[in-house]
């Protein structure tokens, strides 16, 4: 038995952390391709927190950025990967200096980044390795909340229908700059894409949500219901911030975000009519490499 292995890199640039994740290809003659975490790395820079009120990303969060990205590079030598994707989201795509700090960053660490707007975002999203996770005679509202934008996709009998990508994100959120219509206008898009469907259920992804995965003790492949969900945003908000860190256990990065998070997942469910939500550990850095594998986007070799 002769195996193909090669490894690549993701790097998603989100509005609330920096991640690399490093995977495995592993493929095996007449079979599907095996994907392997190896090596995932998470750094909490919060760059919307920048954007999102003064439309610039910060001398501090640059000088971050840059160390970040450096350190990132040598992670991937490493480990010898083969070809890495490096994407930058919602905040880098509205900050006023994103562009330069892309070249900088090029020029300090050779790692490349590419900015992409919100429905190559969830077109990559989308192209995560589902198939194992959900049944294809159902209908599914795929879920993916960042720190700037989270997007939406309808997946009925296997089949990716519609995705669309909506500014409303944790870090937007927890600034109060989301307003009344962008709800209003989620809310429209959900109902208008999902009515038709007799019965729907949820996927959820994103740390926040697989936070709460872990915290449930549910086993993978169980759902999380509408009712215990909604009991548990209750009980996030009657701790404050110092309690969710001391008393829950919750990382100092987490312990915020994680309200607003949760106000998402469970407005998709109302909206929807979904009362499970499945969490499959999935995200824009798994969609890279998938997408990477599959010569759907470019990618920088090493």
């Known amino acids: 038995m002769k195996l193909s292995i090669k490894k690549y890199a993701a790097i998603d640039i989100g509005s609330n952390a920096v991640r690399l994740l490093i995977s495995d290809i592993i493929k095996e003659k007449n079979k599907p391709p095996m994907f392997r975490k190896?090596?995932?790395v998470r750094v909490p820079i919060r760059l919307g927190a920048d954007v999102f009120i003064n439309g610039r990303i910060t001398k501090e969060n640059r000088l971050r950025l840059v160390e970040t990205m450096t350190a990132f590079r040598l992670l991937m030598n490493s480990h010898k990967v083969k070809a890495y994707k490096a994407c930058a989201t919602s905040a880098m795509r509205e900050a006023s200096n994103g562009e330069e700090l892309v070249k900088?960053?090029?020029?300090?660490?050779?790692?490349?980044?590419?900015?992409?707007?919100g429905k190559e975002e969830a077109a990559i999203i989308a192209s995560t390795d589902l198939h194992s996770y959900i049944d294809e005679n159902?209908?599914?509202?795929?879920v993916d909340v960042g720190g700037g934008s989270t997007e939406f996709t309808v997946i009925h009998l296997g089949e990716t229908v519609t995705s669309k990508s909506f500014k409303i994100g944790?870090?937007?959120?927890?600034?109060?700059?989301?307003?009344?219509?962008?709800?209003?206008?989620?809310?429209?898009?959900?109902?208008?894409?999902?009515?038709?469907?007799?019965?729907i259920e949820l996927i959820g992804s994103g740390g926040n949500i697989n936070k709460i995965f872990k915290i449930s003790g549910k086993k993978m492949g169980k759902p999380l219901t509408y009712f215990y969900l909604s009991a548990y945003y209750k009980n996030l908000q009657s701790y404050s911030y110092e309690e969710?860190?001391?008393?829950l256990n919750l990382n100092v990065d987490r312990a915020d975000v994680i309200i607003p998070a949760t106000r998402i997942y469970l407005s998709a469910m109302k909206w929807c009519g979904a009362r499970d939500m499945y969490v499959p550990k999935i995200g824009l850095s798994?969609?890279?490499?998938?997408?990477?594998?599959?010569?759907?986007?470019?990618a920088?070799?090493?």
């Not at 159902?138 to 795929?142: C, D, E, I, P, Q």
């Open 38 to 40: 190896t090596s995932l």
């Open 104 to 117: 900088r960053i090029l020029e300090r660490s050779e790692v490349k980044i590419d900015i992409i707007d």
């Open 138 to 142: 159902k209908t599914y509202l795929y």
């Open 170 to 199: 944790t870090v937007r959120l927890l600034k109060d700059i989301v307003s009344n219509k962008v709800w209003q206008d989620l809310e429209q898009w959900i109902k208008i894409n999902t009515n038709q469907y007799d019965e």
């Open 244 to 247: 969710r860190i001391t008393k």
């Open 286 to 298: 798994d969609g890279i490499i998938k997408s990477m594998y599959n010569k759907t986007i470019s």
């Open 300 to 302: 920088t070799e090493l």
